[in-house]
């Protein structure tokens, strides 16, 4: 149990397009959802809390016009990363806080996202 | 803030060592997990560990809240248990949001 997804694994976009990545929940319902962002050899930074059916908060120096959330339902969670440029290149990683449950996070696979 | 810092950040073993990965935290917190970062970038959990002691197989971890650290040990150590250990604590009571360790990078030699 607690599986989560992520969608796509990795892309490679060019400078100035816009991407999404897609978060899921497979088997639980998720009160609360995380992105975060990794970079070669750092360790995990949060980016953003995401609650179902309210805005995401942004953690401080991150662009919320930028770094788009949704959370449309109790099961997906969604980035968009708009106007990608070189240095937004990483790894994002997505976790998931069970309804219900504790503060357990799960996390899914993450996305390693290129810029060229 | 909550200031996370882990130790050794870097490790080599032989197959078969055991080792101790420490989890010093600067102030107080309500949760704490241990992860595995494998060399693919999964994050697959370890513990879920506030305080006490737990085991799974060869691995285990114990908290001590009251002095602010959490240690992780790996018994028998295999070539599959290499790559970066993050322990995460809960930033402030109730947010949920976890501030992540500096990590331990492990290699295991056959």
């Known amino acids: 149990g607690a599986v989560v997804s992520q969608h796509p694994s990795r892309v490679i976009c060019k400078s100035g397009t816009s991407v999404k990545i897609e978060c899921r929940s497979l088997?639980?319902?998720?009160?609360?959802m995380f992105w975060y962002r990794q970079f070669p050899k750092q360790s995990l930074m949060l980016m953003a809390t995401?609650?179902?059916?309210?805005?995401?908060?942004?953690e401080q120096g991150v662009e919320k016009d930028k770094f788009l959330i949704n959370h449309a339902s109790l099961t997906l969670s969604t980035l968009t990363v708009t106007s990608a440029h070189p240095e937004d290149s990483s790894f994002y990683i997505c976790?998931?806080?069970?309804?219900?449950?504790?503060?357990?996070?799960?996390f899914g696979p993450g996305t390693r996202l290129t810029v060229t | 803030g909550i200031q996370v810092e882990q130790s050794p950040p870097d490790l080599i073993l032989q197959e078969g060592a055991n080792s101790t990965l420490r989890c010093n935290f600067s102030?107080?917190?309500?949760?704490l997990q241990w992860f595995h970062q494998n060399p693919w970038g999964q994050l697959i959990n370890l513990f879920y560990?506030?305080?006490g002691t737990k085991q799974n197989g060869r691995l285990s971890a114990t908290t001590v809240a009251t002095e602010r650290y959490s240690l992780l040990y790996i018994s028998s150590s295999q070539t599959t248990d290499s790559g970066v250990y993050f322990c995460?604590?809960?930033?402030?009571?109730?947010?949920?949001?976890?501030?992540f360790g500096t990590g331990t990078r492990l290699k295991v030699l056959a």
């Open positions: 102030d107080s917190v309500n949760n």
């Open positions: 995401s609650n179902e059916g309210s805005k995401a908060t942004y």
């Open positions: 088997d639980f319902q998720a009160t609360t």
């Open positions: 995460a604590v809960e930033r402030a009571s109730g947010t949920y949001k976890y501030i």
């Open positions: 976790s998931a806080r069970e309804r219900l449950a504790g503060a357990e996070q799960y």
């Open positions: 560990i506030p305080s």
